[in-house]
Structures are given as C-alpha cells and as structure tokens.
C-alpha cells in the first residue's frame, strides 16, 4: 500500500513539473508581438490552428475588450476548450472546428496568428491564402513556425535525428516562408529569432529530464533563467522565426484618381 502511494505521489510530482519549455518560449514571444497590435483598443484576433487553445485562453482574459475566435482542425481540442469555457467564462473567445485550407468565412479580422501550425499542412500556399483573405487591410499575420537548418546542443536532437511524425516538413528557409507570405499577397514587416541559443538548451535539458522527477525540480530555475535570457536578449539566430506580415492598404481605382486629377484642374 505504502508503495503503491509513494508511485501515485510522483506521478502526480510529475504532472505538475510537465512544463512545457518550449510552449513557455513561444507564448512570451507571441505575447510580446501582440502587445503593441492590441494596444489601441478593441479588435477581432483568430487564433490559425488553437490547439488547446492556451494562447487564446491567455489573450481572451488579458484583453477583454477584444474578441478572439480559435480556429482547430481537432475536435477533440475544439471540444475540450468549449467544456472549458463552460468552467472559465469568456464572453470574448469562442472556439470552431475547421480546416485552415478551406475559407475561413467572410468576417474580417485585424490580427491573426498562427503558431507551430503550417509545418503540420501540407497544402500550406492554400492556407496562407486564406489567412491572408480574412484580414482586413493593413491587418496583420503572426506565423511562428520551425527554420532549417538548426543548430542544437546535443547530437541527438538535429533534424536527421529528432525528425517529428506529424509534421509533413520539418520547417523553412527564412526567405522560402517570405516568399510564401508574399505570395499570398501580404508583406513581411518583421523578424523575431525564437529558440536561440539560450532557449534552446533550456529545451534540450528540460527534454531529457522529461521524467525524472529530481532532475526537472533541480533544473526548473535554470530553464527559466535561460527561457528569461533568451527574451530579454532577443537572439540573433533561432531554431524558429517569428514572422510579422501585413495585408497592404487597398489602392484607389483608376477612376477614382482620374477625377481626383480633375477635380484639381477646375479649381486652378
């Protein structure tokens, strides 16, 4: 009995030290691009591929006057986080199932983020479009997504050797995702490196003490001195990017600037 209690004490130890280091990393950096997105006041955000919807949960409570709305292609997650609604209230996040490479509907939205997402679609261009036909103009897209090549600490987590099953690439050149944004008609505006140097051992190290209970509680305030590091000093290079792209202004038509020109000449 006293054996079977001391297993169920660290197992429950466990659960509650499962931090996900890399989750933390993320949800600082797409916190901190945000910020000055939603500064100005009240707006629509769709969260691209929620999840759990951790990142939506976090806004919606941050940012009540703005209205979030997570788009999953797993109804076991869109489930969990509407049951989860019913527990934690917000009258400003809502949660859908749907396909990102299918149209998305017709309400515009002036933020939307997508984060460790596209890696996992196959038809990214055809998800790109429709990110991109959702905004409203000068809105923005927020892509957090995994760059190759990547430099890590330990052997055994390079690409050749650490290759993930669910994703059907295991991330992309910096210029070939510009391109792709481009090519969905938006313009890249900014670059942020995430899982640089210093986040990245704090990856490695907390991985490789996934279950040894002694060796995460020993190790809990190096990663989070180092996950502190990284955001304080914004590396230079990282494992993944952080990409900020807007939907460019609409242009005036023709017409429009031809009596404009008019309209000058009969005042002179």
């Known amino acids: 009995m006293r ?40 707006h629509r955000v769709l969260d691209a591929g929620s999840g759990d919807g951790q990142h939506t949960f976090h806004l919606a409570r941050r940012y009540p006057q703005t209205t979030f709305h997570g788009v999953e292609l797993d109804a076991e997650h869109v489930a969990a986080c509407q049951d989860r609604l019913q527990s934690e209230p917000l009258p400003n996040l809502t949660f859908t199932r749907g396909d990102l490479t299918e149209p998305l509907g017709t309400e515009p939205y002036d933020l939307v983020y997508s984060v460790d997402v ?39 987590f390079d690409l050749d050797r650490a290759a993930r099953a669910d994703h059907v690439r295991e991330g992309y050149g910096e210029e070939d995702l510009k391109a792709k944004v481009r090519a ?33 509680l020993l190790l809990w305030p ?15 290079w990282g494992n993944c990017i952080l990409l900020e792209s807007r939907r460019p202004e609409e242009k005036p038509t023709t017409e429009t600037a031809d009596c404009t020109d008019y309209t000058e000449v009969d005042n002179l």
């Open 118 to 156: 596209l890696e996992h679609i196959a038809d990214d261009r055809a998800a790109l479009d429709n990110l991109a036909r959702v905004l409203r103009p000068d809105g923005r897209l927020l892509i957090h997504t995994p760059l190759t090549p990547q430099r890590h600490w330990l052997r055994r």
């Open 184 to 216: 969905a008609g938006l313009e890249p505006v900014s670059v942020r490196y995430t899982h640089g140097r210093w986040g990245t051992l704090a990856w490695e190290l907390w991985t490789l003490a996934r279950w040894r209970l002694l060796a995460k």
């Open 222 to 236: 190096l990663a989070m001195f180092l996950i502190g590091l990284e955001t304080v000093f914004p590396p230079a």
């Open 3 to 42: 054996l079977a209690r001391l297993k169920a004490a660290r197992r429950w130890a466990l659960r509650a030290v499962d931090y996900h280091v890399g989750a933390k990393i993320r949800w600082r950096w797409l916190r901190r691009a945000v910020r000055p997105l939603l500064a100005p006041g009240a």
